[in-house]
């Protein structure tokens, strides 16, 4: 068995996105992934998906070169490799990201987010290559199942007149009767018995009055609401004070860390993040100040599934909880979240996954949720399939951009409805 990389093929591509709600804005009707092929001398071939913005295709490029020659299986080497790749200062600055979404933004957490495309891509070619599912290379799934969460957002109905976009059928929510229509919806089609509720969008007490009546159509199911660090710390203690006995749990009510353990420690609403803990340099800081009670890990962001599997223990030792985070992903992104998640002990909480907002996919099978769960695939590697017509339509949809939804900005979608909107300052109430 040669298990040499001999050919690696970056295909970065554009799906369609509905009119999400955000506090940054609205997502764009298409959004960018970058779709990763590793090819072994044998003629193996592994998948990866991570982020597709220009910062991340810059550094994957040179990184793909690198690659080829080496071993699958040499994945501790690939941070090393990565470090040897140069990242834009411009495309980095220390502070939230530009988009204000996915916490800090450092040139390290943008290699890992690449890193993390071709370790699930090694992965699945080892896997291929040895008969064995992902899972088992991750030293064994300790659940058959993996449970996932609805994740709500407030929407239009379409994107503004006159753009370019997919029609989707799930209608408007700006409202809490929208959003609990929406729920029904999730629940019926997937099963899902967790709702999470993306926030920052109306005022606070418009969104307090939506998971209420959540709670009054759904009683007993775990709710989440998630306003990305749009809440001054006094408004999130009201918030978790209105929301407390129906809350799984506060996602980022406020931005940073210490914000973040300031509310904490004064309300018994556990606080989850993705945001104030996204790379191994925050922990410390945040779990010593009892900041956050659960992490949302992503395998993009950390580094992949070894890294991921190492912040779970982690997080284990400190007795933080951990869930899984997950923004606009296919079907790759979704195995490779089942496979990882199969294998950590104590995951309490059901996972993020924007899945279902996705109607278009580069597999020839889309992964499915029964009663709310992926069962964890049990073929060679990640146990998903490339359909190369479709990939090929989706980056000729690339192609053919003119740029400006290359680079994924939530506000300038907006402004498309509201001109001279930018995104609000933070707090934003
Ligand atoms: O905090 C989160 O869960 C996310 O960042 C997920 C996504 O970025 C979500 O907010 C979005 O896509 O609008
Ligand atoms: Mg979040």
Not at 227 to 241: C, D, I, K, Q
């Amino acid at each position: 068995m040669n298990l040499t990389i001999a050919d690696v093929r970056l295909t970065p591509i554009l799906v369609a996105d509905p009119p999400l709600l955000n506090t940054q804005g609205v997502h764009q009707p298409y959004t960018p992934r970058l779709i990763v092929e590793v090819e072994t001398a044998d003629g193996v071939t592994g998948l990866g998906e991570t982020y597709g913005d220009t910062k991340y295709l810059e550094p994957a490029r040179p990184f793909a070169r690198k690659l080829v020659g080496r071993q699958v299986t040499d994945l501790n080497g690939l941070f090393a490799l990565a470090d040897e790749v140069a990242v834009d200062r411009s495309r980095v600055s220390g502070q939230v990201d530009v988009g204000g979404l996915r916490g800090v933004q450092t040139a390290d957490k943008l290699r890992l987010s690449v890193v993390s495309g071709f370790e699930v891509a090694c992965l699945d070619a080892l896997g291929k290559a040895l008969g064995l599912p992902v899972h088992t290379l991750l030293g064994g799934k300790v659940r058959d199942t993996v449970e996932y969460s609805a994740y709500l957002f407030y929407k239009w109905a379409g994107h503004p007149a006159g753009v370019r976009a997919e029609k989707d059928d799930w209608g408007a929510a700006v409202d809490p009767a929208g959003v609990v229509e929406q729920a029904r919806r999730f629940k019926e089609t997937y099963g899902f018995t967790s709702f999470k509720l993306k926030g920052g969008v109306f005022p606070p007490d418009e969104e307090i009055a939506a998971v209420r009546a959540l709670a009054e159509a759904f009683p007993g199911h775990p709710l989440r609401l998630d306003p990305n660090g749009a809440w001054s710390v006094e408004t999130s203690l009201r918030v978790a004070r209105e929301l407390g006995d129906v809350l799984e749990y506060l996602e980022d009510p406020t931005l940073g860390t210490a914000g973040m353990a300031e509310v904490a420690a004064r309300t018994r609403v556990p606080l989850a993040t993705n945001m104030c803990v996204t790379t191994f340099a925050e922990i410390k800081e945040a779990f010593t100040n009892d900041a956050v009670q659960v992490v949302l890990s992503d395998h993009h962001y950390w580094g992949g599934l070894h890294n991921t599997r190492q912040l779970a223990a982690i997080c284990r030792t400190f007795g933080v909880g951990v869930s899984m985070h997950s923004n606009t992903h296919l079907g790759i992104s979704l195995a490779a979240m089942t496979h990882v998640a199969s294998t950590v002990p104590d995951l309490h909480h059901a996972c993020d996954s924007h899945y279902p907002w996705q109607s278009e996919d580069v597999l020839t099978e889309r992964l499915t949720f029964e009663a709310g769960k992926v069962a964890v695939p049990d073929g060679p590697g990640l146990g998903v399939e490339l359909d190369r017509t479709r990939l090929a339509e989706l980056h000729r949809r690339w192609l053919d951009d003119d740029g400006s939804l290359r680079d994924r900005d939530d506000a300038a979608a907006m402004r498309v409805a509201e001109p001279g909107w930018t995104a609000p300052p933070v707090p934003r109430w």
